[in-house]
């Protein structure tokens, strides 16, 4: 059963009911969100692990080169290799490269379609909920560090042009409480976030048009925009040296296999998965596996369907509620505009600008109202939505924007969590070998390198160990504990 997105919350509080409470959940209502940030690479050297592939080199064993044979079995098979799906490959090998075999299951190599590669490489702490503020800061520092991370022998190490330059977030009179609130609690886990009064903005962004605005916050550290495409290609490379199998092929179909358990009222049967169906080359194979984790982006609530989740009965009857949403990108020329110091700026409109490049070119983007999503059967561009809506926005908020010359566009699908627009990680209560990561709804590329790790603790160790997601896990669905990010851009 796929389930109408409104519906949706009407169902989890029926899933909420004791009935179907079968776990017990963790709460967090009380906990002081304090933790210490951990350095990335803590787990292992990246050092160490560069040592490693020189030993491989020298035994003649090294891999760069992926070939395209489906294999008969993986211990952990990943749907999706766009950034989560490679990260998530890429700290399993680092925390332990010859313990576990993985393949990556990608229909697209090239990445045409991708959230990934059609992102506009965002990352700010300024986030509602503190565990997405500890996921960027985590990717802040991973990022600092990607040359130890992911250099590869024999190759230039990435050079991803981490942009830094703060988020500045602008809010009305009536959004002022809530932005005091997020600045104060990014703080107290360790951010740099200023809180800009209407003078301060005015003295710091002077070709700012205030009228309207109460206050803003202003990231002081790691937080800017960088290459989302260089990154991905440097995080398959790296795991490639790893040993991580790629394979171009799509996932269509999972294989199930009854048992039978001792239940209340006698025996009752259940079901387990251990295979998928991939087609690849015109042909179709099975690949059998321990672990199976959905990395399948804007197409995750697809793939978690294959599975019989949201098709089934009882549990199963909710479905994943991912869906892609198509979101336009417009880059324009305005020779006049704000200069270097222009922030990534985020309007109480709903409407985001950003410097692309020294030349005077900037991206913006807003989406849509729930009523005008678009179709997402094409990536075409509406030209019409940047002339009629965001133009308007942009012309009032810099005057200077009345003047500019619209260059290009593209549009790209958002991994939208219908539901309450936040990640899904961890294993399905049913399936427990089947994992999830997603949902990321616009924040993915920041979170990616910070998920990868989580998820890794998660099937190692049994437990977030770094960041605490456990209000992520699919559970919430079923006990009807939501999550609302309000900075969702
Ligand atoms: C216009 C736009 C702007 C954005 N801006 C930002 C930003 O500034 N900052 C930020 O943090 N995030 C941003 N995002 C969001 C971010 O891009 C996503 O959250 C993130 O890329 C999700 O990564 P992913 O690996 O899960 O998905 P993807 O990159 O989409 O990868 C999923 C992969 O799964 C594959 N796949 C799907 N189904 C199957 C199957 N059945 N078999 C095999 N393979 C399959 C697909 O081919 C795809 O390559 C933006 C997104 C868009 C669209």
């Known amino acids: 059963m796929r389930i109408a997105r409104n519906s949706y919350r009407d169902l989890c509080r029926i899933f909420s009911q004791p009935l179907f409470l079968q776990r017990t959940f963790s709460s967090h209502d009380d906990k002081p969100p304090l933790p210490v940030i951990p350095r990335a690479g803590s787990h292992r050297s990246p050092w160490e ?91 802040s520092e991973f990022l600092r560090n990607i040359k130890q991370h992911l250099s590869v022998l024999d190759m230039d190490p990435p050079d991803i042009q981490f942009n830094l330059q703060g988020y500045l977030f602008l809010a009305s009179p009536e959004g002022a409480e809530q932005l005091v609130r997020n600045a104060k609690m990014q703080r107290d886990i360790g951010a740099k976030v200023e809180l800009m009064s209407r003078e301060r903005l005015a003295s710091k962004f002077p070709w700012l048009n205030l009228q309207g605005i109460e206050l803003g916050t202003y990231g002081l550290e790691g937080e800017g925009w960088f290459d989302p495409w260089t990154l991905i290609r440097a995080m398959k490379q790296k795991n490639l040296s790893l040993g991580v199998k790629y394979v171009n ?187 999830f990561a997603n949902g990321l709804s616009g924040h993915g590329i920041q979170h990616a390198p910070a998920i990868g790790r989580a998820l890794m603790e998660y099937i190692i160790d049994g437990n977030f160990e770094s960041i605490d997601l456990s209000r992520f896990k699919f559970d919430r669905f079923l006990s009807n504990d939501l999550l609302t990010e309000v900075g969702i851009v």
């Open 49 to 139: 692990v560069l040592k490693e592939e020189f030993r491989a080199l020298k035994q003649g064993n090294f891999t760069s080169e992926s070939n395209n044979k489906v294999p008969r079995e993986s211990d952990i098979l990943i749907i999706g290799g766009g950034l989560i799906g490679s990260s998530v490959a890429y700290w399993l090998k680092q925390r332990n490269p010859k313990a576990m075999s993985i393949t990556i299951v990608e229909r697209d190599p090239s990445y045409t379609r991708a959230a990934s590669v059609l992102s506009v490489g965002g990352i700010r702490h300024q986030f509602s909920l503190p565990e997405n503020v500890q996921l960027s800061m985590f990717t």
């Open 249 to 435: 092929g799509e996932v269509i179909g999972f294989d199930k296999q009854t048992y039978r358990v001792a239940g209340t009222d006698g025996y009752e049967d259940r079901e387990s998965i251990n295979s998928v169906q991939i087609k690849s080359e015109g042909e179709i194979y099975q690949s059998q596996f321990a672990i199976v984790i959905n990395c399948a982006g804007p197409w995750a609530g697809n793939v978690a369907e294959l599975a019989g989740i949201g098709t089934g009965k009882g549990i199963l009857s909710l479905s994943l509620p991912v869906e892609p949403r198509k979101r336009y990108v417009y880059v324009f020329h305005c020779p006049k505009g704000p200069g270097i110091e222009s922030p990534f700026l985020i309007d109480p409109a709903g409407f985001y600008f950003r410097r692309e490049g020294l030349g005077s070119h900037f991206l913006c983007g807003m989406s849509p109202t729930e009523e005008d999503e678009p179709a997402i059967d094409n990536l075409q561009v509406d030209y019409d939505y940047f002339h009629n809506t965001i133009w308007p926005h942009l012309a009032h908020r810099v005057s200077k924007f009345e003047s500019l010359k619209l260059m290009s566009a593209w549009s790209g699908f958002y991994d939208y969590n219908y539901a309450d627009q936040n990640l899904v990680i961890g294993n399905h209560p049913y399936f427990h070998n089947f994992y």
